[in-house]
């Protein structure tokens, strides 16, 4: 069983999601208590993908946060770097073009998207700021980034609640529903350490996207940033 650090060497990550993939959208289903679904169609508002649009979703996994994009019309690629994950992609939607590629060297031409997005994605990328620089060389000027992951609750008492959920009830849930249980501490320990809204969107304009913004979810449990590659 693999279970990454948060130094979050690529391969023990790679080696995470393979372990887990056959079992991946069930366990967050099921873990969000439902709210995935929920985030998932805020993030297809957000992106607002256009029929002939190119949509680039980074750290697709099993390619399940790409579908809203292909049936809005888009052209949208997959992209990951876990084999598991992309081969559990390709099982479950044969159509759709998964494509291998690390977020911090993308295999992609400069400016060739219209919109780059990452769901529950960039946290895992060891190095955040490469992979930020990475977006915006291959999207075109204008073009808009959609990040969506895990954040901090803004209300103090929530913030609480929540963060007991995360640490005590989290990983007792994931052993009875996943494969992989240790991928669940991992996953609690790096929501934790991630910046909050504010020091992320500080990253983005500093990676060279302009106006960053964000919407919190579920109260910020999940945040929306978004931004614009310079015209
Ligand atoms: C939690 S999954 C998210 C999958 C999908 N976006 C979703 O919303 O269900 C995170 C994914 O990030 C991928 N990942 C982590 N680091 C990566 C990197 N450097 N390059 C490409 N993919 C990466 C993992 O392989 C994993 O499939």
């Known amino acids: 069983m693999t279970r990454a650090t948060l130094e979050k060497e690529p391969h023990e990550v790679a080696a995470m ?13 099921v873990l969000s208590l439902g709210q995935a679904r929920l985030w998932r169609r805020a993030v297809a508002r957000a992106v607002d993908a256009r029929p002939g649009q190119r949509v680039l ?9 790409s579908l809203p994009f292909a049936a809005a019309g888009a052209y949208v690629v ?13 099982r479950r939607h044969p159509r759709l073009p998964l494509t291998a590629g690390d977020a911090t060297r993308l295999p992609f031409a400069d400016g060739v998207f219209d919109a780059v997005t990452i769901s529950f994605g960039l946290r895992n990328v060891q190095e955040t700021d490469a992979a930020l620089r990475e977006m915006r060389r291959v ?34 849930l994931a052993e009875r529903v996943s494969s992989s ?7 609690a320990e790096s929501i934790r350490a991630w910046p909050d809204q504010p020091a992320l969107a500080a990253r983005l304009a500093a990676a060279g996207w302009t106006r960053p913004a964000w919407r919190n979810l579920t109260g910020g449990i999940v945040a929306l940033h978004r931004a614009h590659a310079p015209s």
């Open 17 to 29: 999601f393979d372990d887990v993939a056959a079992k991946y959208d069930l366990t967050n289903d």
């Open 57 to 65: 979703d980074l750290a697709a996994g099993t390619g399940t946060s």
């Open 139 to 172: 999207t075109r000027p204008g073009g808009r980034l959609v990040i969506c992951e895990f954040s901090h609750p803004t209300w103090a008492p929530f913030r609480t609640v929540y963060t007991e959920y995360l640490m005590r009830a989290l990983p007792p």
């Open 78 to 90: 997959p992209c990951d770097f876990s084999l598991g994950m992309l081969r559990e992609g390709r």
């Open 181 to 187: 249980p240790d991928a669940y501490v991992y996953l």
